[in-house]
């Protein structure tokens, strides 16, 4: 079992930048690709940004080039550092974890982080 706890969201105006951690319970880097999903309101859930194994990272093309997905492997914590934002990031931001072993699908979510962009 996997716990991911999310931080850092918050409102913030148009334009400008938040950083937001999820740290894991263990150190799961190494055998979990780990990506960041997000929710607007009323619409369904979405990829934003996830990072593999390997290190390789692919983005959705509405924050492609605003944001960054990174990992600190010493603090089992992902980052998505959010830049230049538009009130179309308004979302409830989640960080995922997600490996398949032995025919087995491990998928696991932390509790989600509210985004707010607004002047």
């Known amino acids: 079992q996997v716990q991911l706890v999310e931080s850092g969201g918050g409102l913030v105006q148009p334009g400008g930048s938040l950083r937001l951690s999820c740290t894991a319970s263990?150190?799961?880097?190494?055998?979990?690709?780990v990506g960041w999903y997000r929710q607007p309101p009323g619409k369904q859930r979405e990829l934003v940004a996830r990072?593999?194994?390997?290190?390789?990272?692919n983005y959705s093309d509405s924050v492609k080039g605003r944001f960054t997905i990174s990992t600190d492997s010493t603090k089992n914590t992902v980052y998505l550092q959010m830049n230049s934002l538009k009130p179309g990031d308004t979302a409830v931001y989640y960080c995922?974890?997600?490996?398949?072993?032995?025919?087995?699908?491990?998928?696991?979510w932390g509790q989600g982080t509210q985004v707010t962009v607004s002047s």
């Open positions: 990072i593999t194994t390997g290190g390789s990272t």
């Open positions: 263990s150190s799961i880097f190494s055998i979990y690709t």
């Open positions: 995922n974890a997600i490996r398949s072993h032995m025919g087995i699908r491990y998928d696991y």
